[in-house]
Each structure stands twice: as C-alpha cells, then as structure tokens.
C-alpha cells in the first residue's frame, strides 16, 4: 500500500491504452488487439461495471428486420433530423452504413438479442425512428452488449493463453485504474498516460505511442442526472489538458424521462422504450398533451390526433407516429412547459403510463428491469399505476473534435470514441444511436490507433521526466492541505449550480453568473484537503476528479453564452428560434495554459449524393438562402414511408 | 420525516478491522447507499465503498446488512425500524481490500477458465437464426450483473476456502449452464462441468437464488438442470461403450479448459 508521501511508479510498455472500458472502449481494444497490437484496457470501475451496463432501449441498425423498408440511408436521414442537421455528417453516414454489422458481430461472439418469428434479431421503435430499429434484449440491451464484450475479450485472452502461455500478452484490464495525466514527448505526440491503481492508490505509468478516450460523458457536472459516478468528464479534460480541442459542448442532452421521487433516485433512467412500446404522457389533467408540442419541422411525420397515434403501432405504414416518439429534446422540453404552466404531478413531474396501454404478462415481459426499478426503489407497481417523470441530464453531444474515419483527434497518438469525442450526434442523439455509435466508432478508433503505429515505424515517443514529476505533484496535492475544505461539497454545490443556470433552458444572464461562479470553485478546488492513506481512499478520487469536472463545466457554460440560438440540447429561452446562420457553426473549445479559449468553425459541408437525401422543402426549415441557393436540382422524396405508401403496400 | 439512524459499519483493512458506531441522518425513500454516502460526504471522506451505478444494474456496492448479502443501492431504510442499529460489513468470503471494499478478483479468474462461446465456424454473422423459446433460458442467466452475492452466499467457498480450486461458483456454473442452453452454441461442456468447475459440489440449498438480486433461479434453471445433463451422459450406457471402444478420445466435442496444464 502506498502512503500519502510515495512517489513510487509501477511501469507498463503497451502500444495501445484504451482509457474506459465500456462499449466504445472494449470495442476499440478488441480491434487493436486484433491487428497484433499490445493493448490495455483502463477501466475507472471493476471490468464489465462501466455505464454502458445502464443503457436500455437498444441498438438503432438499419438491419430491416422488422419492416424491410429500412435502410441505411433511412436511417442516416433521422439522425441528421434528430441533430437539427448540426450532425458531422460523414459520422453519421459511416455510422448509419456500419451499424448492421457490428450488431451482428455481436451475436457471432454469443449476444442473444430478443427473436423476431422469423428467427431474426427483433427490432423495436424508439423516438426520431422511422421504422422499428433498435435491437433490444428487454430493456436491458447495455448490460447483454457490455457482457458480450467483455467475455469477447476473455475469450481472446485464453487463445492467448494457448499460443503465448500467457492470458495478459496481448490485452490486459485494468481494473479500477483512473488515469489523470496524459504525456506527451517533445514534438506533441503522445507517449503515455498517468493515473493511480485504486485499490493500492499507487501511481502507474503506461508508455504508448497511442490512447484512446473512451471515457464516455459529463453528466456528474449536473445534480439531476442518470449518469454514474464515473462520469466526470475525464477524457474531455484529457483531450484539453493534452492540447486536443473539443466542439458543440454547449449541446446537453436532457433524457426527458428520469424518476422524480424518491428524491434519493431523482434522475434515474426510465428508458424510452416504454414510449416506444406504447407508453403515453399525460399531466395533471389526464391530457395527452405531446400533441400541442409538434415543433414545425416535424409537423409531417406525426399524429394530429390520439386515433391516428394509437393506429401507428399496428399499421405504421398508413398511419403516422405518436408525438410521444419525437426526439428527446422536444419531449423534455414540452414536459418542462407543462410542469411550469402548473400541470405537473405531485412529486413534480408529468405521468407516463403504460398500465392502461398494454396488459400487464406484456408489461413484465418487455419492460422488466423498470418494473423492478419502480417496485423497489419506489413502491410504484407500473402494470397498475403511472409513473411520475421528468428531464434528467442524460448524455452530452459535444467532445472531442475527431476525424470521422479514424477517430483521431488533432494531437498526434490520441483518439477519442463514444460519448467523449463530438459531431456524430449533432446538437440531439437519438435513443439507441449511442450503442451502435460506440460498436461503429469502436471498431474504427481501434484501427485507426493500429495505422498511426504502423505509419510511426520504430520510432517511440518518449516521455519527458518533468511532466512525470508534475502529474505526480499535482496528484499528490490534497495530501499535503491538512486544512482545507471537502471535496464533496465543492462537488454538490457546483452540481446544483450547474442544474441551476447551465440545465435544460438557458438565459444570458444565469449562464453568467454561472461562469462566475465557476471562477469561485476552482479556487475552493485547489484548497480542499483529504484525510487518511491512498488505498482506496474516495475522498482523494473525489478531490483529483474535480479539476476535470469544473473544466468541462466551463467549456459547457462558455458555449451555452455563445450560441444565440436553440437547437437540439442547448434551448436559450432568450434566443427561442432555431438560426440557419448558426447550423453553420461548429463551437471549438481549447485550453492554453489555465485559460479556455473559444473559436468558430465551420460545420463540414454534406456532400451532395447525401443533400439528395432529403427533399428541398425539409432543408429549407434549416438552412441558409445562400445554401439552398447553391442545392443540386431535383431531390429524392423526403420519406421512405411517404414513397412506400404512393406504392401502394 | 427524516430521522437519525444509528449505523455499525466495518472499517479497517487485510490486517485488521473494527465496527465503528455512527449516527447518519435518513431521508424519505433512500436506501443503504445513500445513507453511507452521506456518511462519506460529512463524517468519514476516506469510507471505501465500492458502487456505480446506484440503480441495480452494475452489481458493484454488493455488501452484508445485517448479515444479509445485499445490494447497497437496492436495499431501502423502510424495510428496517427507525430505532434498529444498522450493521454494515463487507462481504465475509473475498479478502478485504479496506473498508466494506474486498477483492474479488477470485470471479474474473474463474472466468476465464470457462470455454467461451463455440458456435459453428460455417455460419457468418448475420446469419443466425434463433427462436424466442430457445432464447429464454440463456437469456435469464444473462441478467447476472456480476454482483457476486451468489458467489459469497454459498457456503461451499464461505465456509470451506479450501474449495476454492476446484469449485467455480453458482455464478461460473451457470455461464457453463447458459453456453451449454444457448441455441447457438456447438461446445460440449458437461464433463468439465462436473471434473474441472465442481458441479458437483453444489447441494442445491438454493442459498444463491435467495439473494439473487435480479430474481435468477439459479438452482432450478441453472444448476439442477446442469447435474441432470450431467448424469445423463456420464450413466448413459451407448456413451459408456462408445468410450471405451472408440480410438478417438471420449470427449470429442469437449474444448480444453483454458489455463489448465
């Protein structure tokens, strides 16, 4: 065990380091390790514990299984609908093409997705899908998806185990393992990573040409959130603090359903899927009122009346979808209208009932762990009862600015995949994009990691002794305050600061004093002090996770300021409208020395064969006269659906 | 509403360890986790718990609560009496780490003793085909969130560490059980079931489906089924001849334990 004052260092030599073990994470190693590179997996938690575990609805693939008109060019048109167009666009056409794959992949390492009668993986509906897309097992798909990753790689530990006598030779976990330094030689490149063994509390050293940010979100910044306690935005304030840049932090995704009460689980996830199995919202007053909230550019594609709605979930090519299934930043911003305009439930929510939509057998067999969840944590039986929720800061769009092919990001040796790198997602993800995201990402990030080491030859960047010296300083630091505050109330009252000025509606002048705010906690950070040794010691975790969760807190707040528009997960209620002037722009943050610095970009351009896609009319509704000036002639039908039901089916 | 509970929480390391007596304040509707984590938050920042997702769908904050092997975070203060004192320990069977944290670092190396996946090599992905009704059952001991309660409960390892070596665990015995049901799956397990993993250790007691915390029925879905499997070959008599007038080895579709030298 190591005490306060050890600067010991255990030492490791991988070519690949792999920060966080979830989906994305464990996806990326597994394809490294399969192009014979030596890799490690860093994992904040015990292996097989990461958030992915409490992703629920699904996997969105355009794999057609349940209604053949779906595609990947389907699916490339929602999720650019879903991210108000502000998507990268070459992400989401990788991603969309990609997805089917790596799904079935999955199933060849032994994932048992729930049937379809044909025998083929089921699919169901989630919001801003226009067919039933999301490979699902129940609604615990994250858990089946993070297990058959993780048993992926021990199943390649043991052919390692057969032909290299050895389990670790060629990937290894590390299991509660925080990185909090990334290094870099002379020139910029990188050449390691830092961090602390929990268990121990000794210092560890990877040296690696390559790392891979796998570290997922920021939602720990946010009092009201679904996100666990890893997710303190580590891999963002990596990528700054390593001279990477991130983009479109500004864009906070407010899952619209979380529980509400018991207050001790406010936030917690109600997953989608119960709305896209037939849930409906309802307030105070019995309303179905999602209908009063169809935003315009949506108006086409959804029901005008509670009969067409309830048609659709037999006969959806006829009918169109419940408002219920809009992208989730138009559900949870309409929620938010109806809880302030006094139409909430009791505990402060809306009602989203499913016991008098589907018979209970029904209930238990498709929504199982949320039956649990309600039952136990509060006494809520939901085959008989409504549930109460409301918004929960689920998942943030913005990150690491990468190359959507290679997920490399600018600093030479370092890749970002998942929820920490940025664009896919445009300003709004849509449920069940996130898991594919991190299989399609996954995939790529680790071959791009393998290219770069291939394009480096023999040449190791090497780590610098100084900046060694300075990540264990700087680790060390807590210790050496025997006064000083506690970490976990500079963590609860940036929390509720965050919730308070930076959540789901902002104005001008709270996002400002939000970031003055700010300025006084990173002054109470570099004072709090911790007790006791480094073994396992939460209180100087808590302390170290600081810095970083006060760093993406300012990148959020300073894009919020900037962006005088409303657009997916960033709602100004000064600035209400969405701005064609504003799509253009991609927000860049970058840190020098101590000192954020913010930048406009613009966003990449789509290419023609996919502005094809869509039909003038719904680019209108987003872009520029200028843009739609510079438009090739005739465009395809806006919609599959549309063109499918002229064919008579 | 709210009210001070008195708790006895186990601190202390490998060498050695006390109960510590503390008075934590108890709000409506929280449950064992967010009692502890206020402890940590205002009385004992250096208080090691393992948790994550406090939702009951990651299995890290498994613990004792008054000697009941159980989910911090799915155990709720209703179900005790304002005036009951609380005593929260780590689990008794793996070697404590500090505080109410131990290594379980047991489970992920008999994990990897178990044959992974083996479907056959002709069929491509995407090409699998799988009825819901053979599904089901795999599908159940896939809820397992790796909590290792079952494993700690069961008193073949708790009571007897020398059983260590040769006996898995209710948690690796049934991911011999879902690869051996799962529709897919080409590998012949049965043998090394009961040789290599202790299959037959087990006494169906059931003490692992008791404090399942995702309701699994280890024992009746996973285990007896297995040892019923099990006989079948071993007490079959066309196996037994085959065994013994066969030149190939006995146990032809049985892959090698990985590992095992």
Redesign the interface.
């Known amino acids: 065990?190591a005490t306060p004052e050890s600067t010991d260092i255990e030492r490791y030599s991988y070519d690949v380091v792999v920060i966080g073990a979830g989906g994305s994470g464990l996806r990326a190693a597994i394809s490294a390790r399969a192009r014979g590179k030596k890799t490690a997996i860093i994992s904040k938690?015990?292996?097989?514990?990461a958030?992915t575990?409490?992703a629920e609805g699904g996997a969105a693939a355009a794999?057609g299984n349940v209604n053949p008109n779906d595609n990947w060019q389907v699916h490339f048109r929602d999720t650019m609908r879903g991210g108000k167009f502000l998507n990268n666009p070459r992400m989401a056409e990788l991603h969309a093409k990609e997805a089917?794959?790596r799904v079935?992949?999955l199933?060849?390492?032994?994932a048992?997705f729930?049937?379809t009668p044909?025998?083929?993986i089921?699919q169901r509906n989630f919001g801003g899908h226009e067919y039933p897309r999301l490979a699902h097992?129940?609604d615990?798909t994250?858990?089946?998806m993070i297990?058959t990753l993780q048993?992926r790689v021990?199943?390649l530990?043991?052919e390692d185990?057969?032909s290299l006598d050895d389990?670790d030779a060629m990937i290894r976990v590390f299991?509660e393992t925080t990185i909090t330094r990334l290094l870099k030689d002379a020139s910029g490149r990188i050449s390691g990573a830092f961090g602390y063994i929990r268990?121990t509390g000794r210092f560890v050293l990877f040296e690696a040409p390559t790392v891979i940010l796998a570290t997922g979100g920021i939602g720990r910044t946010f009092k009201v959130t679904s996100n666990?306690?890893?997710y303190s935005g580590d891999g963002h304030a990596l990528a700054l603090l390593a001279g990477a840049s991130l983009l479109n932090m500004e864009f906070v995704q407010f899952h619209p359903t979380g529980m509400v009460?018991?207050?001790?689980?406010a936030g917690?996830?109600v997953t989608e899927s119960v709305r896209g199995d037939g849930g409906v919202l309802r307030n105070s007053e019995g309303k179905r009122f999602m209908f009063d909230y169809v935003p315009e550019v949506f108006r086409a594609q959804y029901a005008e009346t509670e009969d067409e709605a309830d048609r659709w979930y037999t006969d959806p090519d006829h009918n169109r979808r419940p408002p219920e299934l809009l992208p989730r930043d138009e559900v949870a911003r309409s929620i938010n209208s109806e809880i302030k305009a006094g139409r909430g439930s009791p505990h402060g929510g809306v009602f989203l009932d499913v016991s008098t939509r589907l018979p209970a057998e029904e209930i238990l067999r498709k929504l199982p762990?949320m039956h649990?969840?309600f039952l136990?944590?509060?006494g809520v039986d939901i085959t008989k009862e409504p549930m109460e929720i409301g918004p929960t800061c689920h998942y943030v769009m913005g990150g690491v600015e990468v190359d959507p092919d290679t997920a490399a990001s600018s600093v030479p040796g370092l890749f970002a995949v998942g929820e920490v790198s940025g664009g896919m997602h445009g300003s709004n993800r849509l449920g069940g994009n996130s898991l594919s995201d991190l299989l399609v990402f996954g995939k790529r990030a680790g071959d791009g990691a393998a290219d770069y080491l291939d394009s480096l030859g023999s040449s190791r960047p090497a780590v610098s002794s100084a900046d060694l010296d300075a990540a264990v300083a700087e680790a060390l630091a807590p210790f050496s305050r025997s006064e000083g505050e506690?970490?976990?109330?500079v963590h609860?009252e940036l929390q509720q600061t965050m919730n308070d000025l930076v959540g789901l509606i902002r104005r001008e002048s709270e996002v400002k004093a939000a970031l003055g705010e700010l300025e006084k906690f990173k002054e109470r950070a570099a004072r709090v002090a911790?007790?006791?040794?480094r073994?396992?010691?939460?209180?100087?975790h808590?302390s170290l996770d600081l810095r970083n969760m006060l760093l993406v807190a300012e990148c959020v707040a300073m894009a919020a300021l900037e962006r005088q528009e409303s657009r997916g997960g960033h709602t100004r209620e000064d600035y209400p409208e969405m701005s064609p002037e504003w799509r253009k722009v991609n927000l860049i943050l970058t840190l020098t020395g101590d000192k954020l610095e913010l930048t406009h970009k613009p966003l990449p351009e789509m290419r023609p064969d996919l502005l094809g896609l869509f039909d003038k009319g719904e680019l209108k509704k987003y872009m520029t006269e200028e843009e739609l000036a510079g438009l090739p002639g005739p465009q395809a039908p806006a919609s599959s659906a549309t063109a499918a039901a002229e064919e008579g089916h | 509403m709210g009210y001070e509970a008195s708790l006895r929480v186990w601190r202390g390391d490998a060498g050695s360890g006390s109960l510590v007596d503390y008075k934590v304040e108890v709000n409506e509707g929280e449950v064992v986790l967010d009692v502890l984590h206020r402890l940590q938050a205002t009385q004992a920042s250096d208080l090691a718990i393992r948790w994550n997702c406090k939702a009951g769908k990651c299995g890290s904050c498994s613990m004792e609560i008054n000697g009941m092997p159980r989910l911090g975070c799915m155990t709720r203060m209703s179900t005790f009496a304002q005036e009951d004192v609380l005593t929260i320990t780590p689990m008794q069977t793996f070697p404590v780490i500090r505080d109410l944290v131990t290594d379980v670092s047991f489970n992920y190396a008999k994990a990897r003793t178990i044959p992974s996946f083996s479907p056959d090599p002709a069929i491509k992905p995407g090409e699998f085909r799988m009825q819901q009704e053979d599904v089901n059952r795999s599908q159940e001991f896939r809820k397992c969130i790796e909590c290792y309660l079952c494993q700690n409960t069961c008193h073949v390892i708790r009571d007897h560490t020398e059983n260590e070596g040769a006996f898995s665990g209710p948690r690796f015995l049934m991911r011999v059980a879902e690869l051996e049901m799962h529709p897919a799956d080409e590998a012949d397990r049965r043998n090394i079931a009961q040789d290599d993993f202790g299959l037959g250790y087990c006494n169906i007691t059931k003490c692992c489906t008791e404090v399942c915390p995702e309701h699994i029925k280890i024992t009746d879905n996973a285990l007896i089924p297995m040892k019923e499997r099990v006989a079948g070959r071993k007490y079959d008599p066309l196996v037994w001849l085959g065994s013994k007038i066969s030149r190939r080895p006995e146990k032809a579709g049985t892959p090698a334990v990985p590992g095992k030298r």
């Open positions: 065990m938690s015990l292996f097989g514990k958030h575990v409490m794999m089917p794959d079935w992949e199933e060849a390492w032994g048992l729930d049937r044909d025998g083929k089921s097992v129940g615990r994250g858990l089946e297990r048993q021990v199943a530990q043991q185990s057969l389990p299991a268990d666990s306690w890893e009460w018991p207050l001790s689980v917690l996830l762990s649990h969840q136990e944590l509060a506690n970490p976990y109330t609860h911790v007790p006791g040794e073994a396992y010691n939460p209180g100087w808590y």
